[in-house]
């Protein structure tokens, strides 16, 4: 008897043999694309709401704090013509709010320099601004 190395699997009993399939190798490069564009889209439309803005606030001082106010100068930068709304706040040694305002800023001019007085809850440490935006 001749010994044989091929294995020879009786036909019924485990079915029909699979021939080998190619490999996909387009799909993960589809794949990888379209995660890429899905981020690029996602980023192009948070730059759209929350980006580069036309109102710019800085704040040069923060003065005069008492127990139940504080005189903020702050410095705000808008398209000329169009009113601003600021928002400004104060804080205490524990980090809480104990003062928020909104500071309406007028129209004339591209730059402009406020002095605004917070009044507060409790002694404030310091004074801040949170941001500009068009007034509607």
């Not at 044989?4 to 399939?21: E, K, L, N, S």
């Not at 948070?46 to 903020?72: E, F, P, R, W």
């Not at 129209?107 to 009044?119: A, G, I, N, Q």
């Not at 809850?121 to 310091?126: F, Y």
């Amino acid at each position: 008897m001749t010994e044989t190395h091929a294995t020879i699997f009786p036909p019924d009993r485990y079915g029909r043999r699979r021939q080998p399939r190619r490999a996909r190798r387009w799909l993960p490069f589809v794949l990888a694309a379209a995660l890429g564009l899905g981020v690029t889209g996602i980023a192009v439309k948070l730059y759209l709401a929350y980006g580069v803005t036309d109102y710019a606030v800085n704040l040069t001082s923060y003065h005069d704090i008492t127990d139940n106010q504080v005189v903020l100068q702050f410095t705000v930068t808008k398209p000329e013509g169009s009113p601003a709304v600021c928002v400004v706040r104060a804080r205490n040694r524990a980090g809480a709010e104990v003062g928020r305002a909104e500071v309406v800023v007028p129209e004339p001019p591209k730059r402009v320099d406020v002095s605004y007085t917070l009044s507060t809850t409790g002694l404030p440490v310091s004074g801040e601004t949170v941001g500009c935006r068009a007034q509607r």
